[in-house]
């Protein structure tokens, strides 16, 4: 069962609080690049879906989890 949006929101405020404030700018940075390049999702095919599917394991890799498996989790 999924949690309401609500409860979601403020489980990732509270992770992204943990973050020291320059990871926390650079992830602002990049979240901000990709939301403009999904703009142009009508001639690049790169949508949210697509730009995170992409993007995604390399933001969130870790050396316990293989990052193709974890797009194919996706």
């Given at each position: 069962?999924?949690?309401?949006?609500?409860?979601?929101?403020?489980?990732?405020?509270?992770?992204?609080?943990?973050?020291?404030?320059?990871?926390?700018?650079?992830?602002?940075?990049?979240?901000?690049?990709?939301?403009?390049l999904?703009?142009?999702?009508?001639?690049?095919?790169?949508?949210?879906?697509?730009?995170?599917?992409?993007?995604?394991?390399?933001?969130?890799?870790?050396?316990?989890?293989?990052?193709?498996?974890?797009?194919?989790?996706?």
């Amino acid at each position: 069962i999924e949690n309401p949006l609500p409860q979601r929101i403020a489980a990732l405020s509270k992770v992204l609080d943990q973050l020291p404030p320059c990871s926390r700018r650079t992830l602002g940075v990049i979240l901000r690049l990709l939301y403009r390049l999904s703009w142009n999702e009508h001639r690049t095919k790169m949508g949210a879906t697509n730009l995170a599917t992409v993007v995604a394991p390399n933001i969130l890799y870790s050396d316990n989890v293989d990052p193709f498996l974890m797009v194919e989790a996706m």
